[in-house]
């Protein structure tokens, strides 16, 4: 009875001991280009981006988008050779990645394409650009080319998610939370949260919660054996873009019915490449075949054993479909 006695004293102890040991041992995690000079950033429309460029910047300029919404740019550094014949132009959407936290309005849909533009003028000074984007990133060069089809000379969209509701049943019929074996690393997760210091950065906690749950949610169907590449790498996701996006939509049908990044696309009369994975089989090659005659020249190019984060599986494969693409 005695070892039971205290047994439940050092199980009652246990929380305590771990909250002395967090406030002992805090993390940082991912300073923005708030707190950080050595970031490298851009200020337009009054908001401080994590933004880089490589190349030369008479060459012609490719803007990249990432994925999320509430990514980073990072998994998007692979395609950095393509700087060789161009300008490439990365960086965090707003609120994201190492973008600045110091802003409190409403992330919308408008808000994104206003920055997207804003990067188009900088960069373009008054050239023809061409967009990059990955999934979400994806969805958005649709977007924009519907709204500023002279800005754009060809667009690549590698497997964009919901180009409009109607046509994305197999998109969000296969989206599903994490299984039971995930849990307890999500546990673990939760529980390094509390050593994230947010004394200067009151979204670092719940940024570090979303950031390192991602690899343990999703994949099935998605990427080759089901799992994330074992080098995927992204510096800080965000939860503020995560709610005020994905988790709003997806609460509010009537807002949801209204995404549209596609009716436009005709409006583009630029060359557009598509790219698919093989390995994804929920937005893959055959779901991205149903976008294709939205665009007035517009084809389709399969990554084989590459799933989603295809330049993380086949990166020579890729970056050589897309330098064909852009001769």
Known sequence: MKKLGIAIVVVALLPAAYLVFAWANPI?????????SSVPSIVLNDYKFHSQTIGDAENPVII???????????NLLPTAPLANDNLLVFYDQRMTGLSS?????EISLKSYFDDLDAFV??????RKVVLLGHSWGAMMASGYVGMHPQKVSKIIL???GIMRPDLAT????AQGGPGWDAYPYLALVWLNSLRVDISRDRYAREDYMISNAYKYIGGQGVHCGDVIPANFEGWRASRKVLDENIIAYARDPELFARLDFISDAHKFEGETLFLASSCNT????EYQEQHLPYFQNAKLEIVEDAGHFIFY???ERSLHLIREFLR
């Open 64 to 74: 990249a988008l990432h994925g999320g919404p509430g990514g980073d740019y990072r």
């Open 313 to 315: 599986d086949q990166p």
């Open 158 to 160: 590698i497997e964009p």
């Open 28 to 36: 940082e995690f991912a300073p923005t280009v708030d707190h950080d």
């Open 101 to 105: 936290r110091q802003f409190d309005g």
């Open 282 to 285: 929920v937005y893959g090659a």
């Open 170 to 173: 197999a998109f969000t019929e």
């Open 121 to 126: 003028d900088h960069f373009g000074r008054g």
